[in-house]
């Protein structure tokens, strides 16, 4: 990763391993790995100090009676930043989760009806619930891909054209502005082929100009090869929305402006 960015010309680059969550699960670090993640990330930090400068994060799950110290937890590891997302929509009555991520459209759907009896709109309302809690409470640095609740749904449950959708995003909208967030434009969904528009869409990004929320660009990279996809359709995309700015971290949240 860290010599795909040096090759790609980067100044910044973070990492922000998935961190660990109280239950077994293939794609976040598990706890005893996490000392070695720090560890790794300093002696690269070291390593490569003439050539970049490189940062520690971790993205955090943020789950309804599960997963809520996360301020606690980045205290701890000593990070230089922290992303918080949701994944696994839960009501407060319920045990069960609905994995809204993921390469499998048919867990979506499976878990829709396991979860929420198919009640796409209690699901959706239930997942921006969650993630206004998350800004909330946590008032993470970056706020992770805020409508990935969209991807698997493709226009088959709802549009987001839907009057109650608006509502919903707009509120996380707000709630993001108002905590001093930064909101994440993330290019993953786009470049992978699993979502025909970035997250957020479109026409959140000039929203959130109109509101002059702070965005940064982020390519959820999982292996190497995808440092930079998308990054430049990103800033283009920004600037064509009316943000004047792009935030980034050296050490400290700056401003880019964009020309």
């Not at 795909?4 to 973070?14: C, L, R, V």
Request: aromatic content about 12%; proline content about 2%.
């Amino acid at each position: 990763m860290v010599l795909a960015a040096i090759n790609k010309g980067m100044d910044y680059f973070g990492f922000s391993a998935h961190a660990p969550v109280p239950f077994n699960d293939n794609f976040a670090l598990q706890k005893e790995d996490v000392n070695k993640y720090l560890t790794e990330t300093e002696r690269l930090k070291e390593k490569y100090k003439d050539h970049i400068q490189l940062f520690t994060s971790m993205e955090f799950d943020y789950i309804t009676d599960i997963m809520e110290d996360v301020n606690k937890q980045a205290k701890d590891y000593g990070l230089d930043y922290i992303i918080a997302s949701v994944h696994m929509v839960k009501e407060k009555s319920s045990k069960l989760m609905w994995f809204i991520d993921g390469s499998k459209q048919e867990i979506y759907d499976k878990q829709l009806q396991e979860v929420f009896d198919g009640d796409i709109r209690r699901g959706v309302e239930t997942f921006y619930d969650q993630t206004i809690r998350m800004i909330n409470n946590v008032r993470p640095d970056i706020v992770g891909h805020l409508d990935k609740i969209k991807m698997h749904n493709k226009d088959r449950y709802f549009k987001q054209t839907e009057s109650w959708y608006i509502d919903l995003v707009m509120e996380t909208l707000y709630a993001i502005k108002e905590n001093d967030c930064i909101c994440e434009l993330n290019t993953r969904g786009l470049y992978k082929g699993r979502s025909d528009d970035f997250f957020p869409s479109t026409q959140w990004i000039k929203a959130a100009a109109e509101m002059n929320l702070k965005m940064t660009v982020s390519t959820d990279c999982h292996n190497a090869t995808e440092v930079d996809s998308l990054f430049d359709k990103a800033i283009e995309i920004l600037k064509e929305s009316g943000h004047k700015y792009v935030w980034y971290f050296d050490g400290q949240w700056k401003a880019e402006k964009l020309t």
